[in-house]
Each structure stands twice: as structure tokens, then as C-alpha cells.
């Protein structure tokens, strides 16, 4: 078997060719740390298994972060492998630069020009290149076929190749005068990575002398690409990621209400429009062809009254036929959080908000963490793994679940619309804008206490703007979709049976139905007291919460059960409004209360789990407890302020208050920004020698 490893900087198109070479499916995307650990697979090709190590992109063998040690360590354990060495043709010279760093270090390298423009900055003459560096030289026009069938050719001759010494003429431009005794027998790379101070290497050799000489290292590379590109390149104009976009996206002025009016207007589409018309076709189907005949069918074979009946007319089609009713809501979010990525705005915002973020000990790397906590906060923590420092991943770790998840919107929606109706794009907004400020004054609180941040490196590459395809958009639409049908129809159709279960049950395990007397009715009445001061002491609501811990969308469906409801929101909505329901809520104090504390409270099981694995026991058990006393301390003054209000005729002032508090936090971040803005927007994808700072 043939081992190989695709290496690139983030954004060259690596990921794009390891599914082209493997035939598979992996999650591309525009972000410097998509891939966060190596991926392999294993293919054929002309009858010899091939197996393909996808690296996290790189941009030189001195790794800044966790994705970089990986690729690193991983290229340094078998300088012998085939690499197969991925650049965006519109940004050769940045690229090339970690070509070079592989061709000290000796590996045996395919070089793919990737020209993932139609128009690239420059025109590539391939013999040419190849001739000067000495390796063989692939141009590759997005999946091209034959490219892709010439890169594995030239894999199977590889293959018994060893280690590699290339001419590299800007060696003899280095001063290695400075070097200790015991290093002149060394290796190129090795020496040339004393010169850059480069800590693994030093601690391998068991050097502690510091050389300092790192900036002439990188002048003798970029002098030497630079001779390459004039002689092989032509028509090179413009900046890598450079639009006329930028003047107005990336103005200081308007940088921060573009972007929120972007995220309104998303969640506008998919809650209240679109969305919600979507929503309300689906349910109508589900309820037509699936919900009804299948009650039916029940009562004809078992009666009425059989507990059986009740077990599939409520648990399962009330529980699980009201979550999947906001299936089309679920994938609109991915998808918009999607677009945002792939059309290369993601990240323009990350460098945006990196000045801001840093106040509170947070970086640009951060955002993309926080979005992604939006969809889901399994999936954002994982992406927190790319930060170099310890205590920044375990805060914005941290901070991910503090975003409103896809999962909580069902609870919004139902218990937002019973009370607030056609104003409750003012709630949702408001406990969005609520889990975003909590978690920013918590990160500064850290950031001065216990968990205060080093200076951190943020090399971002501005991707060009990109149209999002229609394959790649029907992909995504495909792979929530599953996921979210896949998620309802295991984990919560569980917990719904359970959760039925111990509320049509006594502990004599006797049928209680409605009646009363069941074993969680008697547990949850034991704790509702706690949640009397916040304004919700009903059982039901305490129980659906706690079922909830695993997975937030069993909230919803946890109250349709107990309600003996049937599917419809609309329905479920209606029970809460009446006293004589299992669950509901004495008014929109209560309510409001009970959205505040689902947004805040702790995070499901998979996120707890995750954030074991990622930061550590203690510092996922703090931050549980962080989570349950803050959704607690806010409920409790969100319920009596609330309660004032209505007390001497301020109903309507709270939506005021909360919209007022919105544009208030939108005008300080964007003063922030204004007095601490960057003057040059592309001063990360310069080149080392820039000097606009």
C-alpha cells in the first residue's frame, strides 16, 4: 500500500482534491481550521491501494496552533511519504512558501497548482516551474479528472523514492556562521530551523541557544519566489482575496451593522417567513398522511382507552410529529450559516471582530466558534480545538453553548408565539442578542479571574467571494436534513417513550394516564419549588427541562405529551394558555422566564460530553454550574422586572426596553471598532516583508 499525505496552506481547495482523489464527501469550507485533525482513506488506483492522509491546512513546518502541530508532527514522523502539495494559484507567492519548508526537510513532493478561480491572478507556464524547482508540477482546474488520474500516476512513481535533496539556491544566501558545534553535521531543515528557533527541533536536538535569525530565513525564501514567479508567471495583478466589496463590507463604519443586519434578515426568512410557511406545509402533510392514519389504525386495534393508543397518539405522533414540523426552520439556519462561510463573508468577520473580541480575551479564530454555536454547540466546541492558546479554547469552549442552538428555536416558537404572537421576532432576537452579551461579559470576567489569555498570532486568509453552488447547497440541505431526522427519529423517539412512560405510570407501575399519581409527576413536584422565584413552579415545565438535558428539542415534545397534544404548535400553544392544562404558564412573565433559563441552563448531554473530552472534567463541571447559576440569576430578575412592568402598565415597554438595548450594544461594538479599526484590511495576506501595519 502507497501512504501519501495532501498538505496546503487553509483555502487552497486540499479538502476539494482529497474527495476528488478518494471519491468522498467531506465538509469543505473557507475557514483556517475546518480540517482540525487529520482524515485518511484508502483507494484504488490502477489496482494499488492508495492511502491519502487529508492534513489541517498549514502555512509553514513552524506551527502558531493545534491544527498546525498536527499536519507538522505528522510530517516530520516519515519524511520518506509522498506529499502531495496543494496552492491556489491567485496566491502562489504565500503558498510557496511552505513548499520550500518541504523541500528542506527532503520529502518526496507533487506540487498541484490549484486554479480555483476561473480568472486567476496569474498565468502559470508548468514545464517552467517544474524545471526551477526540481519537482513534478500538476495544474488542476477544480475536479478535473485528468489531473486527478495524473496526480496518482505520478503517487505510484513516488513511491519507493526515500528522502529527496533538491537544489535550493537561496541556501547559499543563509549565514549559518552562528551555528553551535554539534550542528554543522545537521540536516538543512534542522539547521535552518535552529536559525527560526524553532522549539521542537531545539528540544529534539537538545539545544537551548537561540539564534534569532528567523526574519533573514523568511527574506531568503520570498527573494527566491519572487525570481520563480517573474520567470514563470505573467498578467499577476490584484491581491489575493481583494473585492470592491471590501470598501463597503469592511468599512470601520458599517462593518458591524451590515453583519447584523445580515443575521436579522437571515433569522427573519427562517422564522417568520419562509420558514414558518414551510413549517406549517409539513406539519399539515405529517398530520394528513402520517399522525392521522396512524392514530386510527391504533384505536381500531386496541380501543380507546388502551395505554398502547396513548403511547403512539401522543408520544409518538404528538412528541416526535411536533419537532419534525420544524424541519425546513432547522435547515434554513445550517444553510444560512453555511452561505455565510462558503461566500468567503465569514471570514471578513472574524477579522472584523478580532480587535473587539480581544478586549475580552477572546480572538478573530473565536467567531467562527460562537456562529457555529448557533447550529449546533456539539459540532461549535469541537471547532475551538484550532486555538493555539490553552486558556482561549477553554473559554470560548466554554462560551459556545451560551449561543440559542437550532435545537432551543422549537421552544422559542412555541412558547414565544402563545404569548407574544407576531412580537415574538422581538423575543427571539432579544434572547439571541441575551446569550451572545452573557456570554461576552462572562469571557471578560474569566479574562481578568481565572482564565486570562496570552497574545495570540491571527493569520486569516480572505477567501474571494464566492457564489455557493447549487450541488453544494442541495448538500447541504441534504446532510441537516438527515441529520435532524436521524437525531428525532433515535435519540429523542427514545426519550419521548421515556419520558411518556414515566408520566402515564405509577411507581406500583400501574396506568395512570392523565390522572395524576405518576412516578414524574411526583418527582418533579419534589423540585418545582426551587423554580417557584423564577416564576415557573409547574411540574411539567421542571420536568421538561430536565429531559431536556438530553437534547433540547425533547423540551417541546415533553410539553405536547403531558398537554395529551397531538402534533400542531398551534395546539400545543393554545393548551399553554389554559389553567386546566398539565403544563402552562400563568402569564408572559412566567413565560418570558422560562425562555431566559432554557437559553441560559446547561447544555445537552452530547456538548457536556464534548467539552469533557476538549477542555477537561473540572472545567466542564465549572462551567455546567456557571451555566445553571447564571440562567437562574437572570430568570429571577427577568421575571420580577417583568412583573413590575405589567404591575404599573408597562406591557408593551419591554419589547421597547430590549429593542432599545440591542441598538444601545450594536453602537458601543461598532464605536469599539471605529476607534480600534485596522487600516490596512489585508494586512494578513501580505507577504512577511510588508510593511503597512
Known amino acids: 500500500m502507497i501512504q501519501a499525505n495532501l498538505v496546503g496552506n487553509p483555502n487552497t481547495g486540499k479538502t476539494t482534491l482529497f474527495n476528488s482523489l478518494t471519491s468522498s464527501n467531506e465538509h469543505v469550507g473557507n475557514w483556517h481550521g475546518v480540517t482540525v485533525e487529520e482524515k485518511a482513506k484508502v483507494y484504488k488506483f ?24 498536527v499536519a507538522t508532527r505528522y510530517i516530520l514522523k516519515d519524511k520518506t511519504t509522498p506529499i502531495i502539495n496543494i496552492c491556489d494559484a491567485s496566491n502562489l507567492e504565500r503558498n510557496l512558501y511552505l513548499t520550500l519548508g518541504l523541500m528542506e526537510l527532503g520529502c518526496p513532493i507533487i506540487l498541484v497548482i490549484n486554479q480555483i478561480d476561473k480568472r486567476p491572478n496569474c498565468k502559470i507556464n508548468v514545464s517552467k516551474l517544474s524545471s526551477m524547482l526540481g519537482i513534478k508540477v500538476i495544474l488542476l482546474n477544480a475536479s478535473d479528472k485528468k489531473a486527478v488520474s495524473e496526480i496518482n500516476s505520478q503517487l505510484l512513481k513516488l513511491k519507493n523514492n526515500g528522502e529527496v535533496e533538491y537544489n535550493l539556491p537561496y541556501i547559499k544566501e543563509i549565514d549559518f556562521s552562528c551555528l553551535p558545534s554539534n550542528l554543522m553535521s545537521a540536516s538543512i531543515f534542522e539547521k535552518i530551523k535552529y ?7 531545539k528540544n529534539r536536538l537538545a539545544i537551548s541557544e537561540t539564534a534569532g535569525r528567523a526574519e533573514e530565513v523568511a527574506v531568503a525564501r520570498y527573494d527566491y519566489i519572487d525570481k520563480v514567479i517573474k520567470a514563470c508567471c505573467s498578467e499577476k495583478v490584484g491581491v489575493y482575496g481583494r473585492s470592491k466589496l471590501d470598501k463597503i463590507l469592511l468599512n ?135 486555538m493555539e492558546d490553552k486558556n482561549s479554547k477553554i473559554k470560548t469552549s466554554l462560551l459556545a453553548p451560551y449561543m440559542s442552538c437550532s435545537a432551543k428555536f422549537p421552544i422559542y416558537a412555541v412558547i414565544g408565539g402563545a404569548f407574544f404572537g407576531a412580537n415574538n421576532i422581538f423575543v427571539i432576537m432579544g434572547l439571541y442578542l441575551l446569550g451572545i452579551v452573557v456570554a461576552v461579559t462572562l469571557s471578560y470576567l474569566f479574562e481578568k479571574s481565572v ?44 426519550m419521548n417513550i421515556i419520558v411518556w412512560l414515566l408520566s402515564n405510570f405509577s411507581f406500583t407501575f400501574g396506568y395512570v394516564g392523565n390522572g395524576g399519581g405518576s412516578m414524574l409527576e411526583k418527582m418533579g413536584k419534589v423540585i418545582a419549588p426551587v423554580f417557584a422565584p423564577i416564576g415557573f413552579n409547574n411540574w ?45 404558564f400563568a402569564g408572559p412573565c412566567s413565560a418570558i422566564s422560562f425562555l431566559v433559563f432554557a437559553l441560559l441552563y446547561s447544555p445537552c448531554l452530547a456538548s457536556i460530553s464534548v467539552l469533557s473530552k476538549e477542555i477537561g472534567k473540572k472545567w466542564t463541571f465549572i462551567g455546567v454550574i456557571v451555566q445553571l447559576l447564571v440562567a437562574y440569576i437572570l430568570s429571577f430578575v427577568v421575571y420580577n422586572f417583568s412583573r413590575l412592568a405589567l404591575l404599573i402598565g408597562w406591557g408593551r415597554v419591554i419589547i421597547a426596553i430590549c429593542t432599545f438595548a440591542a441598538i444601545v450594544l450594536a453602537l458601543v461594538v461598532l464605536v469599539m471598532h471605529i476607534k480600534r479599526g485596522k487600516s490596512c484590511p489585508y494586512r494578513d495576506t501580505c507577504s512577511k516583508r510588508c510593511k503597512k501595519k
Not at 490502477?46 to 498549514?58: A, T
Not at 536559525?195 to 527541533?201: A, F, K, M, P, R
Not at 447547497?473 to 438527515?482: P, S
Not at 394558555?577 to 398539565?582: E, G, I, P, Q
Open 540 to 584: 411539567g415545565l421542571v420536568s421538561a427541562l430536565i429531559a431536556g438535558l438530553v437534547a433540547k428539542e425533547v423540551v417541546v415534545s415533553s410539553i405536547a405529551m403531558f398537554n395529551g397534544i397531538e402534533g400542531a404548535s398551534l395546539d400545543i400553544q393554545k393548551s399553554l394558555l389554559s389553567s386546566s392544562s398539565v403544563v402552562f
Open 451 to 494: 482564565l486570562k489569555s496570552k497574545e495570540q498570532s491571527f493569520i486569516l486568509e480572505f477567501p474571494p467571494y464566492r457564489m455557493i453552488s447549487g450541488k453544494r447547497t442541495i448538500k447541504i440541505l441534504w446532510q441537516n436534513i438527515k441529520l435532524f431526522v436521524v437525531r428525532v427519529g433515535s435519540l429523542i423517539f427514545a
Open 195 to 201: 536559525l527560526e528557533d524553532d522549539e521542537y527541533i
Open 252 to 386: 470601520r463604519f458599517l462593518v458591524i451593522p451590515i453583519f447584523l443586519c445580515f443575521m436579522a434578515l437571515a433569522f427573519y426568512l427562517t422564522f417568520f417567513s419562509v420558514g414558518k410557511w414551510l413549517s406549517e406545509g409539513l406539519n399539515y402533510l405529517l398530520d394528513r398522511f402520517v399522525g392521522g392514519p396512524l392514530t386510527n389504525l391504533a384505536v381500531r386495534h386496541f380501543g380507546e382507552g388502551a395505554w398502547i393508543v396513548g403511547l403512539i397518539k401522543v408520544a409518538l405522533v404528538g412528541g416526535v410529529g411536533s419537532l419534525l414540523s420544524f424541519l425546513p426552520q432547522v435547515a434554513m439556519l445550517f444553510f444560512f450559516l453555511s452561505l455565510l462561510e462558503d461566500s468567503g463573508y465569514l471570514a471578513r468577520v472574524a477579522f472584523a471582530t478580532d480587535d473587539i473580541l480581544g478586549k475580552v480575551g477572546l480572538s478573530g479564530k473565536s467567531i467562527y466558534t460562537l456562529l457555529m454555536g448557533f447550529g449546533c454547540s456539539t459540532t461549535a466546541i469541537l471547532t475551538a480545538r484550532n
Open 46 to 69: 490502477n489496482s494499488q491501494e492508495i492511502r491519502l492522509v487529508d492534513l489541517p491546512g498549514i502555512y509553514s513546518l513552524s506551527p502558531l496552533s493545534y491544527e498546525e502541530e
